[in-house]
């Protein structure tokens, strides 16, 4: 795979230096987002963009990352190998200044990356800036040379240690515990991010080793993924009834743009739609969501209304018809990708749409002719979708009829909080009306709101839009919450300009009851309200696990662990009296100054923030978990069991 020619031509010339790398240690946040675990592992995957850049470039086809015993990290490839030689302008190595200066690297030279995922040339540097210590060892030319550095600054020259026919990049570094809140890096964050590149990137074989609990025998996952983005499709709808034997797979590139695309339709009733620019997750799509929908929906709508499918439909067929029920994966490279934001979480480049629009309809209809069985259960598909909007438009109408509204039409149950600034308040959904009288009686009604919810709600991951909006309690909480659905772009979209909350904290009993409640609306929101839990706006409570007694002294412990700790440190006082110790079955067991003091008090309780890392992680795993499918949600709970502790 690596070409002499190739690695020749990339070398100091190719490195083109922007500014000096200035206050990262100082102001992390600013580079990496935060300094909690999101921005620990994000430190990985800076160093991985250079690896996966190299197989976009075609000089790379394995990668490998390690955690180590002391959660270092080892990133290693065996593409070309950061150049070595001396910069014409920084005078000092290449490397040198690819390691210690911002805005340094080969990406910004066309001729060096065609395209590339990290566009701003800090990732290298900043993980270095951030790392007490940084190894780079570069096998290239014959050689292999190594440089190190601590906080940022090279502590050695660089050093010619050996000789090879490899060639290829290594960078060994500790993250700095002085910056970073926690430097343990966690095994299934990163194999998410891993297994998705390797989707991406089909022929790429990428690594994961982990060292930390057996060093002898390591844990270790391996990717690879022959077919790509088909494997990805596969991957996601594994829990779902599909209504082809494979997915639709195009490939075409027009002006320098490459798109790849596979989706294919299955039985259930929503859309799901995944978009990558140079890898780079765009949660927010852009002009290649747009392109790819434009694309779809005048194409099938042309060859429906030519072979008649829609001859016997009253109303209009629309593009949302089109896409329920659809699973896509829509992969763009991009020379010069322009993202709205810092965030790179929406392409905004008007010449992508027009790309992706002219090779999605050329490809489609070809398949649409060359497939007539696969073609007809489609158009079934889409004629279902378009009696069920239709009956589903008159719910969706009610619940906002409902919601347009004064105070007196707010759910009966809610106990609403007399603060009418939605950044100050927050709303408890509540399991039962047992648990909810306490919560109401607990709560600090100035910011506190109380909607108690009748048993389990409608698991929406099975039911088709017109149920989930004739459901009552649903209706509930679209009303209390004060958004309403519709918007001038979107009939579908959520609309936010009325919310009454900021905090939705979602409070359960800590068993297994509580647990599927709170799947269950979590599954709501990810279906229904993403933007609500993309705003960060979305909280799972944590009320204590037991209440430990010992004459006058009371302490409450969330978990087995931390309960045995102090029965053992109570033990060691000598203290003869005895230790009572309550295990909390349900939030109806706590009076309401005890519901108050361990879980609804911002001064002493613990919330969790629902996040969303990985989109298209958490729609395959909650069409796992609440889909229909058995055996995929039955391997799921055998390979987790060893987490999970039943109490009697």
């Known amino acids: 795979m690596n070409e002499v020619n190739a690695i020749n031509d990339y070398n100091a010339n190719n490195i083109q230096v922007l500014e000096g790398l200035e206050a990262v240690r100082k102001r992390p946040a600013m580079y990496i987002g935060d300094t909690s675990e999101r921005g620990l592992h994000h430190l990985v995957y800076e160093v991985l963009d250079n690896s996966i850049d190299e197989a976009l470039a075609g000089y790379c086809d394995n990668i490998k990352v390690i955690i180590h015993n002391d959660n270092a990290i080892t990133v290693m490839d065996n593409g070309r190998g950061i150049p070595v030689d001396m910069h014409p302008i920084e005078n000092r190595p290449a490397l040198e200044v690819v390691m210690t200066m911002l805005h340094a690297g080969g990406k910004f030279d066309k001729d060096t990356y065609k395209v590339s995922g990290g566009l701003h040339g800090v990732g290298v540097s900043c993980v270095n800036a951030l790392s007490k210590k940084m190894i ?49 890096f966690k095994y299934d964050i990163l194999s998410k991010r891993l297994r998705e590149l390797a989707f991406l990137n089909r022929g790429v074989t990428i690594e994961l080793m982990d060292e930390r609990f057996n060093p002898d025998e390591p844990r270790i996952s391996t990717f690879y993924y022959e077919n790509g983005l088909i494997d990805f499709i596969h991957y996601l709808d594994e829990s779902r009834q599909v209504l082809m034997p494979e997915p639709i797979y195009i490939e075409g590139e027009k002006d320098n743009i490459k798109v790849e695309i596979a989706f294919e339709y299955n039985d259930s009733y929503i859309e799901n739609v995944h978009t990558f620019v140079n890898n780079i997750n765009t949660i ?34 629309s593009g949302d018809d089109f896409r329920e029920g659809l699973t896509a994966i829509l992969s763009v490279k991009v020379p010069e990708p322009q993202f709205e934001g810092q965030t790179k979480t929406k392409l905004g480049n008007s010449e992508v749409a027009g790309a992706v629009d002219s090779i999605v309809s050329e490809h489609l209809s070809y398949y649409l002719q060359e497939h007539p069985k696969e073609t007809r259960e489609i158009f079934n598909k889409v004629v279902l979708a378009a009696s069920a909007r239709h009956a589903a438009r008159k719910a969706r109408e009610m619940v906002l009829r409902k919601t347009v509204f004064s105070s007196a039409q707010l759910p009966g149950k809610l106990a609403d909080c007399s603060e009418t600034d939605p950044a100050k308040c927050e709303i408890f959904l509540v399991e039962g009306d047992s648990a909810g009288g306490t919560a109401k009686q607990g709560r600090n009604r100035l910011f506190q709101a109380i909607l108690p919810l009748r048993g389990k709600i409608l698991n929406v991951e099975k039911a088709a839009d017109h149920r989930v909006f004739e459901s009552e309690e649903i209706r509930n909480i679209y009303t209390a919450l004060g958004v309403t659905i519709g918007t001038p772009d979107d009939p579908k979209a959520l609309n936010l300009e009325k919310l009454r909350y900021h905090k939705v904290i979602i409070m359960t009993d800590a068993d297994v009851d509580g647990s599927h409640i709170t799947t269950l609306i979590l599954t709501f929101f990810f279906r229904y309200m993403r933007e609500l839990i993309e705003k960060g706006y979305v909280y799972i409570a944590a009320p204590p696990l037991y209440l430990m007694r010992q004459g006058n002294k009371k302490i409450y412990c969330w978990s087995d662990d931390e ?84 109490d009697a």
């Open 136 to 184: 780079a060892t570069i096998k290239r030319d014959g050689k292999i040379w190594q440089q190190t550095y601590e906080c940022g600054k090279p502590i050695t020259e660089l050093q010619c240690i050996g000789e090879t026919m490899e060639t290829g990049t290594t960078i060994y570094f500790e993250p700095d515990d002085s910056i970073f809140q926690n430097i343990d």
């Open 284 to 317: 927010e799509g852009g002009t290649h969501l747009a392109g790819f929908r434009r694309a779809l929906t005048r194409t099938m709508k042309a060859y429906g209304d030519e072979q008649g499918y829609f001859d016997k439909v009253k109303f209009e067929i």
């Open 563 to 646: 309960r045995d700790k102090i029965l053992a440190e109570w033990k060691q006082t000598g203290d003869k009296r005895n230790i009572h110790i309550q295990r909390y079955k349900g939030l109806g067991e706590m009076n309401a100054e005890q519901l108050w003091e361990t879980t609804m008090n911002p001064e002493t309780r613990i919330l969790n923030r629902v996040t969303i890392e990985n989109a298209a992680e958490a729609d395959r795993v909650f069409s796992m978990l609440m889909g229909e499918d058995v055996p995929p949600r039955r391997q799921f709970i055998e390979a987790n069991a060893r987490l999970a502790k039943i």
